[in-house]
């Protein structure tokens, strides 16, 4: 079954702990993207990542570290340093990064901090 | 630089009628278009795209959008809307960057 895997869907956190999104793509596709989603504020992207062992910050990159050191996965974690990370994550991905590909996009996670 | 503006935070239809979700972009090239929906809770799903081919665009379920430079503009359509059309609409460019600029999204409440 191809896609986009987002683990967990539902994630809880107390303040002042760092926590990581799963994201998982078995589309072979070489891009890679983070975005953040606050109600009445779209998408905010906040990491991306074209190629393995690369990636670039977003808009709203503070706070917030992500890896690629493979081509399937690209986690990202919140770190206490975000002030308000209680919002739904949507993972992301690209063919080739190119203006005329559209974007997947994986089911999403709800983190909550407590 | 580009920007997306959606016009309308939430449209209201009843069930049948025609449905009309405004969106104009700003781009210092020529722009690949597109809409995606989300139901709740969910991801986004691509509705349909315009990459400087044909300006009127079908997409998945009715849906169509068309592409006017003149307005800079490209509005979605639909002839008939169906309570499953419910969810949020977001307008998206690309004009030659690595990342797309999403409008704000329009909430679509069908009534039956």
């Known amino acids: 079954d191809g896609g986009i895997t987002q683990s967990p869907k539902y994630l809880f956190r107390k303040e002042g702990q760092n926590v990581t999104l799963s994201c998982e793509q078995n589309l072979n596709h070489d891009a890679m993207y983070w975005y953040r989603q606050d109600p009445g504020q779209g998408l905010r992207l906040i990491y991306y990542?074209?190629?393995?062992?690369?990636?670039q910050k977003g808009d709203i990159a503070e706070g917030y570290s992500v890896s690629r050191e493979k081509k399937e996965s690209f986690p990202l974690t919140v770190t206490s340093a975000q002030k308000n990370p209680t919002a739904f994550y949507l993972c992301?991905?690209?063919?080739?990064?190119?203006?005329?590909?559209?974007?997947?996009f994986g089911p999403g996670t709800r983190l909550t901090v407590l | 630089a580009q920007s997306v503006t959606q016009l309308d935070s939430h449209v209201s239809v009843s069930e049948g009628t025609p449905v009309l979700l405004r969106c104009n972009y700003s781009?210092?090239?020529?722009?690949?278009l597109f809409w995606y929906v989300q139901h709740p809770n969910k991801g986004l799903q691509l509705l349909l795209k315009y990459t400087s081919a044909a300006t009127l665009v079908k997409g998945i379920n009715g849906f169509e959008a068309e592409f006017k430079k003149s307005e800079t503009s490209f509005h979605l359509t639909k002839p008939s809307a169906h309570m499953s059309d419910a969810a949020e609409y977001f307008c998206v460019v690309n004009s030659g960057y690595s990342t797309l600029t999403f409008g704000k999204g329009t909430m679509l409440l069908v009534s039956p």
């Open positions: 781009s210092s090239y020529s722009p690949s």
């Open positions: 990542s074209q190629i393995v062992n690369d990636f």
């Open positions: 992301a991905t690209q063919p080739t990064p190119s203006s005329y590909n559209e974007q997947f």
